[in-house]
T-cell receptor, first 112, second 112 residues
Framework: SQTIHQWPATLVQPVGSPLSLECTVE??????LYWYRQAAGRGLQLLFY??????ISSEVPQNLSASRPQDRQFILSSKKLLLSDSGFYLC???????????FGQGTRLTVV | DQQVKQNSPSLSVQEGRISILNCDYT??????FLWYKKYPAEGPTFLIS?????DKNEDGRFTVFLNKSAKHLSLHIVPSQPGDSAVYFC???????????FGAGTRLTVKP
């Protein structure tokens, strides 16, 4: 069966520090991978998605970047965090076209 | 650009009654619609979906209705149970695109 791992679960980082969140998927090949953010009191905002190694699509201009160094690994990064980067970050995967996406447990990021 | 809208931030129903969660969308290219359930500090879990070729899909206590002409879908939960208390997200995507958009969510509270 397929599983998705996302870590860490919680993170407190100072403003201006770098960020690296990692997500890996097991049990499937060539998944579509996504990073979403849920800000306080808001819905899920799509940040990045990837259909293959090295292929990243960005949905909104921001302080963040994403990379996909391996087929089942998706990394969310920032060189310098802003206070506005605080939120709940979710990694997800799907396969094929019109199918559901499955989410990781999320990372609660607090920038102080 | 909020392409998927859930205009009710919260809903409270009595146990055993019907819960109706609503969702509207603006993008006519959306072809596949999904509902997710989310508990605090966890990733969303897939609940039920419907493609645009159908107007109803049922899975146990959960039924999703789609009205394409009105660009509206709804999730019916009957009978509602206290364990259904969570935030429910509506999502939509085009058939051949990996870009899945979410609504802001509706917090459902089922009172015993």
């Amino acid at each position: 069966s397929q599983t998705i791992h996302q870590w860490p679960a919680t993170l407190v980082q100072p403003v201006g520090s770098p960020l690296s969140l990692e997500c890996t998927v097991e049990g499937t090949s060539n998944p579509n991978l996504y990073w979403y953010r849920q800000a306080a009191g808001r819905g899920l905002q799509l940040l990045f998605y990837s259909v293959g190694i090295g292929q990243i699509s960005s949905e909104v201009p921001q302080n963040l970047s994403a990379s996909r160094p391996q087929d089942r690994q998706f990394i969310l990064s920032s060189k310098k965090l802003l206070l506005s980067d605080s939120g709940f970050y979710l990694c997800a995967w799907s396969v094929g076209g019109a199918t559901e996406a499955f989410f990781g447990q999320g990372t609660r990021l607090t920038v102080v | 650009d909020q392409q998927v809208k859930q205009n009710s931030p919260s809903l409270s129903v009595q146990e055993g009654r019907i819960s109706i969660l609503n969702c509207d969308y603006t993008n006519s290219m959306f072809d596949y619609f999904l509902w997710y359930k989310k508990y605090p500090a966890e990733g969303p879990t897939f609940l039920i979906s419907i493609s645009s070729i159908k107007d109803k899909n049922e899975d146990g206590r959960f039924t999703v209705f789609l009205n394409k002409s009105a660009k509206h879908l709804s999730l019916h939960i009957v009978p509602s149970q206290p364990g259904d208390s969570a935030v429910y997200f509506c999502a939509a995507r085009p058939y051949n695109n990996n870009d899945m958009r979410f609504g802001a969510g509706t917090r459902l509270t089922v009172k015993p």
